[in-house]
Nanobody, 125 residues
Framework: QVQLVESGGGLVQAGGSLRLSCAAS????????MGWFRQSPGKEREFVAV????????AYGDSVKGRTTISRDNAKNLVYLQMNNLKPEDTAVYYC??????????????????WGQGTQVTVSS
């Protein structure tokens, strides 16, 4: 099992930026995509972004497209989520995740079986 630890969340004013990080350890994540999801109270877990192992395929959820950049540093087993022009509706717990299978880039939470504990992002208006 891979262990994932997110960091970088916090309180920010609308229009601000945050950079989330996710550190992977334990089982190798070589050849695995990495995804970011978010969940706010009373809502389902929502897809935010995914990046494949080589960084050549990236996808974003519609609600964050144009404001968010996902990247990864495979040498350090890190994945990042740069979020700009944050809005109050971005308030949520953000999770990084690893899919069940190598070489796939799923957009749905049920395709992932390793999750971090999450980091809270709160955007004030």
């Amino acid at each position: 099992q891979v262990q994932l630890v997110e960091s970088g969340g916090g309180l920010v004013q609308a229009g601000g930026s945050l950079r989330l990080s996710c550190a992977a350890s334990g089982r190798s994540v070589s050849m695995y995509a990495m995804g970011w999801f978010r969940q706010s109270p009373g809502k389902e877990r929502e897809f935010v972004a995914v990046i494949n192992w080589t960084g050549t395929y990236i996808a974003y959820g519609d609600s964050v497209k144009g404001r968010t950049t996902i990247s990864r540093d495979n040498a350090k087993n890190l994945v990042y989520l740069q979020m700009n022009n944050l809005k109050p509706e971005d308030t949520a717990v953000y999770y990084c995740a690893v899919p069940k299978k190598q070489s796939v880039t799923p957009l749905y939470a049920n395709a992932y079986d390793s999750w971090g504990q999450g980091t809270q992002v709160t955007v004030s208006s």
